[in-house]
C-alpha cells in the first residue's frame, strides 16, 4: 500500500529501528512519500546522537528494545524537544511504562501506511 505524499510531504521524520529490513522498508515508503527520513538507526546511542544534531526533527518512530537496549532514553528526549513520536515494538503496551501512556503504540508488525497516519495532523512547509 502506498502513502499519500500528503500525510508526510516535507516532514522530517527520525526512523529508530534495529531490525534492518523494517528500519529501510519504512525509509523506502517514507522517502517515496516525499519525507526527509532521518536514520534508520538502530541504536539508542545513534538515535541520541541524530536528535542533538538534527537542525530539523517533525517527528519519529521509535523501536522500544534495540538489540536489548530500551529506548526510553530517546523517548524522553523527543518529549522533552516536544516531538511527536509512536513506538512501533513488538512489545505489548502494558509492557510500556505508564509516563508514556499518551504516546502512540503501534504492535509489529505495521504497516508503514499506518504509521504514517500518526503523522497526518502535522503541519507542512508550504515551499
Not at 34 to 47: E, R
Not at 50 to 67: G, P, S, Y
Amino acid at each position: 500500500m502506498n502513502i499519500s505524499p500528503q500525510l508526510l510531504s516535507g516532514l522530517h521524520i527520525l526512523i529508530v529501528e534495529d531490525d534492518d529490513l523494517i528500519a529501510f522498508d519504512l525509509a523506502e515508503n517514507f522517502s517515496r512519500a516525499a519525507a526527509i527520513v532521518l536514520g534508520p538507526v538502530g541504536t539508542v546511542d545513534g538515535a541520541i546522537r541524530i536528535i542533538t544534531e538534527a537542525e530539523r526533527l517533525d517527528a519519529a518512530i521509535v523501536d522500544v528494545n534495540l538489540f536489548g537496549e530500551l529506548a526510553f532514553p530517546v523517548a524522553d528526549m523527543l518529549l522533552e524537544r516536544g516531538v511527536p513520536f509512536v513506538f512501533a515494538t513488538g512489545l505489548e503496551a502494558s509492557e510500556i511504562p505508564l509516563r508514556y501512556a499518551a504516546i502512540g503504540h503501534c504492535t509489529k508488525p505495521v504497516a508503514a501506511a499506518n504509521l504514517a497516519e500518526a503523522f497526518s495532523w502535522l503541519p507542512r512547509d508550504a515551499g
